[in-house]
Structure formats: C-alpha cells, structure tokens
Nanobody, 125 residues
C-alpha cells in the first residue's frame, strides 16, 4: 500500500510557473514508476508526465513537452512536476500516481495502482 499526497498547487498568471510535489509513504518508493495526470472540469483525466523507478527515463504529453519537467528524489520519497510557461488551458486538478508493476515511465492511467487526492492548479489570463 502506498499513500500519495500532492502539494504546491495554486493560482498563477498566464506565463507563470508552479512546482508540484508528491510525497509517498508506505512501500519502498523506488519500486514504483510515477506519473502526473490532470483533469479539467468536464474533461477526461489526461496524462501529463511519467518517470521510471530510477528517474533515468521520462515521458511527456505533447502539451507538456518543453514546459514541464518531472523528477524524483528516491531518498525523499518524492516526485516533482516543475511547470513553466503556464497557460490557462493548463488549469486542472493535478494528480500523482504510482505504478508498482512497471519500471519504465507509464502513460496509461489504468496501469497505475495508487493515486493521490489531487491539487488544484489555476492559470489566470
């Protein structure tokens, strides 16, 4: 069992930056591939970024490439999402997730085993 708690959301202006964190507790953090997803009102949950167990490999949605960076610190049991050049269309609840069965970055939401409660990101124009 893994518990995930996101933090760092908030309100930021168009073009601004935010850094999200997801702290994990429970099973050994380094045994999970980790990912970030988001869900805007009235829309499906969508993939944002993922990282392998070791942190050596990452994968990004096209909307995130060049603006967002996922990273992890296995010593601190934490995964991060640095978001730059934010746009109003990035407004959503952001969720982190943990996938026990995979060592590589995982894109598909149904392959994740545990989810956090989410943190709201609002980008104002």
């Amino acid at each position: 069992q893994v518990q995930l708690v996101e933090s760092g959301g908030g309100v930021v202006q168009d073009g601004g930056s935010l850094s999200l964190s997801c702290a994990a507790s429970g099973r050994t953090f380094s045994t999970y591939a980790m990912g970030w997803f988001r869900q805007a009102p009235g829309k499906e949950r969508e993939f944002v970024a993922a990282i392998s167990r070791s942190g050596a490999s990452t994968n990004y949605a096209n909307s995130a490439k060049g603006r967002f960076t996922i990273s992890r610190d296995n010593a601190k049991n934490t995964v991060y999402l640095q978001m730059n050049s934010l746009k109003p269309e990035d407004t959503a609840v952001y969720y982190c997730a943990a996938a026990y069965r995979f060592s590589i970055p995982v894109v598909v939401a149904t392959n994740y085993d545990y989810w956090g409660q989410g943190t709201q990101v609002t980008v104002s124009s």
